[in-house]
């Protein structure tokens, strides 16, 4: 079975800073995607960054960027110089990449950035 | 740009009422989700659809169905609504080989 595991119910930072969002996973499998997504209070969820297990690098976008390490299946977000825009909850997620699509979804953290 | 739309933002039904909650994709893509979300525990899963006329369920399917005609139609239906099931539901889909997911902006459904 995948699990996702958020550790981190809520979280604050001042604005400007930077702030690193943790996710642990667990899964048998060699070949999957993990995401990051973001949750305004407007709920419209939104796709943050994204990764494939098969690369090294790890993913960034903009001020967004994640620790992938494969061996401790972790999948941390860091985000740089924070914007009151960036309060929201935040999921990490995993997928296969042969059963359809199929996402395990974190619990979340929520996110609050104090001007 | 991918879009999902769903068809109410907010509906309020009464126990015992039979529910539809559209979704509509414009990309063409192959699978769409149905999910709850609550809070604390996340998003979970009802069902999924992985073409026309398929679907699969997912962790909590129990009180609900789904219908696929169309491949950018996915209906969620709740065949007798109870309080229990008074929750956010969000639609999304989603096309391999990038394996996203585009969500819909959820309907916020109360049953009293």
């Known amino acids: 079975a995948q699990t996702v595991t958020q550790s981190q119910p809520e979280m604050s930072v001042q604005e400007a800073e930077t702030v690193t969002l943790s996710c642990t996973y667990d899964?048998?499998?060699?070949?999957?995607?993990l995401f990051w997504y973001k949750q305004p209070p407007s709920r419209q969820m939104i796709l943050v960054i994204r990764?494939?297990?098969?690369?090294?690098q790890n993913a960034t976008e903009n001020r967004f960027s994640v620790n992938f390490q494969k061996a401790a299946k972790s999948f941390s977000l860091k985000i740089s110089d924070s914007q009151l825009g960036d309060t929201a909850m935040y999921f990490c997620?995993?997928?296969?990449?042969?059963?359809?699509?199929?996402?395990?979804f974190g619990t979340g953290t929520s996110l609050t950035v104090i001007p | 740009d991918v879009k999902v739309t769903q068809s109410s933002r907010y509906l309020v039904k009464r126990t015992g009422e039979k529910v539809f909650l559209e979704c509509v994709q414009d990309?063409?893509?192959?699978?769409m989700f149905w999910y709850r979300q609550d809070p604390g525990l996340g998003l979970r899963l009802i069902y999924f659809?992985?073409?026309?006329?398929?679907?699969e369920k997912g962790d909590i399917p129990e009180g609900y169905s789904v219908s696929r005609e169309k491949k950018e139609r996915f209906s969620l239906i709740l065949e007798s609504a109870s309080t229990n099931q008074t929750s956010m539901y969000l639609c999304?889909?989603?096309?391999?080989?990038?394996?996203?997911?585009?969500f819909g902006p959820g309907t916020r459904l109360t049953v009293t």
């Open positions: 999304a889909s989603s096309s391999l080989p990038r394996g996203e997911q585009y």
């Open positions: 990764q494939e297990a098969y690369k090294q």
């Open positions: 899964t048998s499998e060699n070949n999957y995607y």
């Open positions: 659809s992985y073409d026309v006329k398929m679907k």
């Open positions: 990309m063409d893509h192959e699978n």
């Open positions: 997620a995993f997928a296969l990449t042969n059963t359809g699509n199929q996402f395990y």
